[in-house]
Antibody, heavy 122, light 106 residues
Framework: EVQVVESGGALVQPGRSLRLSCAAS????????MHWVRQAPGKGLEWVSG????????GYADSVKGRFTISRDNAKNSLYLQMNTLRAEDTALYYC???????????????WGQGTTVTVSS | IQLTQSPSSLSASVGDRVTITCRAS??????LAWYQQKPGKAPNLLIY???TLQSGVPSRFSGSGSGTDFTLTISSLQPEDFATYYC?????????FGQGTKLEIK
């Protein structure tokens, strides 16, 4: 079964750091770009960051640029999101998502995890 | 690139034909995907490349458009289609989603 499973969400204070992980299985992880998408409570989807299969192309939303870092370890079939200087507005459910086909993001994101919750509050 | 969906919400009945529009602030060719999200669930990919139906998605869903204007059409609403729909541009980073269209039962 093709799946991705997020972990690492927690309640953290403003200004602190957190690292999210996404474990992939059932597909050849190193063939696919991967993404993080978040959803604040009661709000819409917000694309956070994406990384190509070989980490050669990386992008960030303006709202997290300079604070968040995406990375992947193809040997471990894992995707990560290092979140620094967290703010209250980063509170959300964070999804890991797989690009639908190898070779690029053109085909959308076809496999999503169940999400991991990050709450930033004092 | 900003994406603006309309309407933000829509009430319709089973069997109705509905259309949701997504407008991009600049041209994105056909680098657009549509997703359906039900409460408490992750999004589900419906359409990619503006008009190509993802495998397993019912044929009552269709997409069209290119450049800046796109539409998602559901030809005959079924009870399971009441959900929130999002468009997403995949033309260039940062990828962005529309604000969503909530489709409710009339």
């Amino acid at each position: 079964e093709v799946q991705v499973v997020e972990s690492g969400g927690a309640l953290v204070q403003p200004g602190r750091s957190l690292r999210l992980s996404c474990a992939a299985s059932g597909f050849t992880f190193n063939d696919y770009a991967m993404h993080w998408v978040r959803q604040a409570p009661g709000k819409g989807l917000e694309w956070v960051s994406g990384i190509s299969w070989n980490s050669g192309s990386i992008g960030y939303a303006d709202s997290v640029k300079g604070r968040f870092t995406i990375s992947r370890d193809n040997a471990k079939n894992s995707l990560y999101l290092q979140m620094n200087t967290l703010r209250a507005e980063d509170t959300a459910l964070y999804y890991c998502a797989k690009t639908a086909r190898d070779g690029g993001d053109y085909y959308g994101m076809d496999v999503w995890g169940q999400g991991t919750t990050v709450t930033v509050s004092s | 690139i900003q994406l603006t969906q309309s309407p933000s919400s829509l009430s319709a009945s089973v069997g109705d034909r509905v259309t949701i529009t997504c407008r991009a602030s600049q041209g994105i060719s056909n680098y657009l995907a549509w997703y359906q999200q039900k409460p408490g669930k992750a999004p589900n990919l419906l359409i990619y490349a503006a008009s190509t139906l993802q495998s397993g998605v019912p044929s009552r869903f269709s997409g069209s458009g290119s450049g800046t204007d796109f539409t998602l059409t559901i030809s005959s609403l079924q009870p399971e289609d009441f959900a929130t729909y999002y468009c997403q541009q995949l033309n260039s980073y940062p990828y962005t989603f529309g604000q969503g269209t909530k489709l409710e039962i009339k």
